[in-house]
Every structure is written in structure tokens, then in C-alpha cells.
């Protein structure tokens, strides 16, 4: 399956933690959108010349759930049979990440599949294969409804995480971090 997009964050030249914003994505194809009441809390943290600590979306100071997704500006992606998401990640306390997608019929899923190792950075990759999705509410970041049955990935307009409980601000409490985010899939165009 063939990359579709690739980010791996960049920062101002101070490297200082603020908040996220469009300026913080690498790649010029992809678009950043934000999803949740407190999504506006997510900060950019770490430094590019810090491999224990690598410039990353940090969840910390969201006091509800948040998200956020990519989107490419040309193409759409195919998710279906051997697409996947490599990501690397690091959690505290009790928190997880999962994938985040907004399907071309406007409808944002989140996927049953969670990662949450609280060791140290991990490079995780997963197929999206046999992952049940649930619908969510882009306002609150949260789940409606039952499981979404057979939903079409094979249009997907955004692809990103979400962090669905709330954070605890700094120290060890309870967050998440997202270093580096691929996605694996079939381009489709707009």
C-alpha cells in the first residue's frame, strides 16, 4: 500500500511549547483541522533536535476531549484492505489515542482501536482492517450512537487521532502525545 501523506511536525525557531496551528504542519499538501471543545488546548511541544523529546501535538492541557485530523488538499484516501497508520506515540497516566477519520459524506468516526504505552515513544503501526468505527459529535469529541456498520472508507477526507478523556495539564497525570503520523492508502482525487 502506498504512503498518502506523511507529517512529522516543525516548530518555531525558539522550539517553545504553544499552541497548535496550521503553522505547525510540515507538510504543505496537508491541511489541520481541529476537533472538540477544548481542541483549541492543544499545544505544540518538544524540539526538532530532541530525539527523546521530537516535536509533537500534546494533548495536556485539553480539560475536555480533543482531536485533530489531516487533510490532504488534493486527493481523498482509499482505507480499505491493507490500508494502515503507522504513528508514533507516547501517553501518561490512563490516557490513549485512536484514529480519527471524516469520511467525503462529511460523517467523523473514531475507531475502536487504542494505543497507549506510557514507557516511552512508540512506533506502532496498525491495519485498519476489522477496526469498528463509531460516530462523533466534531463539537464535543464524543461518541453517538451505536457501532457504524460497513462504513466506506474508501473516500476518506481527514485522517488523524483523537485523545478521549480529559487531560491534566503538566506532570505526569494523564495525556497524549503524537509524534509522527503516516497514513497508508489509495490516493483519490477531489
Not at 130 to 157: E, H, M, Q, Y
Request: charged residues 20%; proline residues 6%; glycine residues 10%.
Amino acid at each position: 500500500m502506498p504512503l498518502f501523506f506523511k507529517e512529522e511536525w516543525k516548530t518555531d525557531a525558539g522550539a517553545t511549547e504553544h499552541a497548535l496551528t496550521q503553522d505547525a504542519v510540515a507538510n504543505p499538501n496537508l491541511e489541520l483541522k481541529l476537533y472538540g471543545p477544548t481542541a483549541k488546548e492543544l499545544l505544540l511541544a518538544g524540539s526538532p533536535t530532541n530525539e527523546t523529546n521530537p516535536v509533537h501535538p500534546w494533548t495536556g492541557m485539553c480539560t475536555g476531549p480533543c482531536g485533530l485530523t489531516l487533510r490532504d488538499k488534493t486527493n481523498f484516501v482509499d482505507l480499505t484492505g491493507l490500508a494502515r497508520i503507522k504513528w508514533v506515540t507516547k501517553m501518561s497516566g490512563l490516557h490513549q489515542v485512536r484514529p480519527l477519520i471524516k469520511l467525503a459524506s462529511g460523517t467523523l468516526l473514531v475507531g475502536d482501536f487504542a494505543d497507549g504505552i506510557v514507557a516511552d515513544w512508540q512506533e506502532r503501526e496498525f491495519s485498519l482492517s476489522g477496526i469498528k468505527w463509531f460516530t462523533v459529535d466534531p463539537a464535543r469529541a464524543v461518541t453517538t450512537g451505536s457501532v457504524v456498520a460497513n462504513p466506506d472508507l474508501s473516500k476518506v477526507d481527514e485522517v488523524g487521532f483523537i485523545d478521549l478523556m480529559p487531560s491534566s495539564g503538566h506532570g505526569q497525570g494523564g495525556w497524549a502525545d503524537v509524534a509522527k503520523i503516516e497514513v497508508y492508502g489509495k490516493s483519490v482525487p477531489r
